[in-house]
């Protein structure tokens, strides 16, 4: 079968986002290492041509939604990789949250070889994967960010142009340095509330009208009980991994130093996401830092 588009990871948020390509009637073929992911999105209206090679070569749009930047690199590079297999004018687009040097040099490699590529990684959670609101930070050529735009449009609300090759991540890494501090003080501040007696659906209703306000307090909040679809509420089931957020505050880390800039906050949120995985936390949602303060029973 041709397809439209050949969809590469179909994790918690490459699934959705693959699904709602297949509802606005695009001709998808979903790939992803796990089994039961591939049967989820052929359960849901996609399409999965066992060699993906074969999808590879015939594709008009290509999309990457993996977890790290040696996942992209190993997809795209090699003898069987996308740059390889991929035919002239296929458009490439790497959602994934990876470093901003490796977008650039996966990026450099596809503009050599003829292709328009952009890196979009994404922000709005599981929760705006299924609802199709995602935010979308494109780096990459005018041009590339044009004939993007139409596939963001399906699976996102806000879509900004951030600039060159790479952009796309900067602006991602930020964003999720100050997500991932963010979600240690929300933590911080409902644990203390609770110690003083106070019901955490109260402390955070008044705190989300308060100067306090935020996204892991409004729309994420870690106390399980207080939102309903929060991965809280789930047993931190589903989400964004401890293991994905530790990854992003190593990439601000590793950017922070090599352009001399200081992120103490950032550097201190990266070692207590590291001892909340090593405590066996790594696979579950990254609001589960709300355990680390529990107080001693
Ligand atoms: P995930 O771990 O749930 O999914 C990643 C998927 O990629 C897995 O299903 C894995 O099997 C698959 N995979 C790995 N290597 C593969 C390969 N070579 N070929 C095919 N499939 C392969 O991760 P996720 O939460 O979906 O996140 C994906 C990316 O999006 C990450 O970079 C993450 O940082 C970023 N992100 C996640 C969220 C979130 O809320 N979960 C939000 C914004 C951005």
């Given at each position: 079968m041709n397809s439209d588009v050949v969809f590469i990871g179909l994790g918690n948020m490459g699934l959705p986002m693959a699904l709602n390509?297949?509802?606005a009637g695009m001709r998808v073929s979903g790939h992803d290492l796990v089994p039961t992911s591939v049967e989820k999105f052929i359960a849901g209206g996609g399409n999965n041509n066992p060699d993906l090679v074969s999808a590879i070569k015939v594709a008009k749009t290509i999309i990457t939604m993996l977890p790290a930047s040696r996942h992209v690199e190993s997809a795209y590079f090699g003898d069987n990789g996308i740059l390889a297999q991929a035919k002239p004018g296929t458009l490439l687009i790497d959602c994934s949250t990876i470093a901003p040097d490796s977008a650039r040099k996966v990026a450099a490699a596809a503009s050599e070889k003829g292709f328009?590529?952009?890196d979009a990684p994404v922000s709005g959670g599981t929760g705006g994967a299924v609802a199709g609101t995602l935010t979308f930070m494109v780096g990459g050529s005018e041009d590339g960010f044009n004939v993007a735009k139409p596939m963001f449009e399906i699976m996102g609300k806000a879509i900004f142009h951030a600039g060159e090759s790479g952009a796309g991540q900067?602006?991602?890494?930020?964003n999720n340095m100050l997500?991932?501090?963010l979600m240690i003080g929300?933590?911080?501040?409902?644990?203390l509330g609770m110690a003083n007696g106070m019901d955490p659906n109260v402390l955070s209703e008044v705190m989300s009208k308060s100067s306090g306000r935020n996204w892991a307090?409004?729309?994420?909040?870690p106390c399980p009980g207080v939102m309903e679809n929060a991965p809280a509420s789930k047993e931190y089931s589903g989400g964004f991994g401890v293991d994905l957020m530790l990854k992003d505050l190593g990439l601000a880390t590793e950017n922070a130093l090599s352009t001399s800039s200081s992120i103490p906050l950032g550097s201190l949120a990266r070692n207590l996401y590291d001892i909340h995985s090593k405590s066996g936390a790594g696979g579950l949602d990254f609001s589960s830092i709300f355990n680390m303060f529990a107080k001693a029973q």
């Open positions: 390509l297949v509802r328009t590529m952009v900067t602006v991602k890494m930020c997500l991932g501090i929300t933590s911080e501040a409902i644990r307090l409004e729309v994420y909040n």
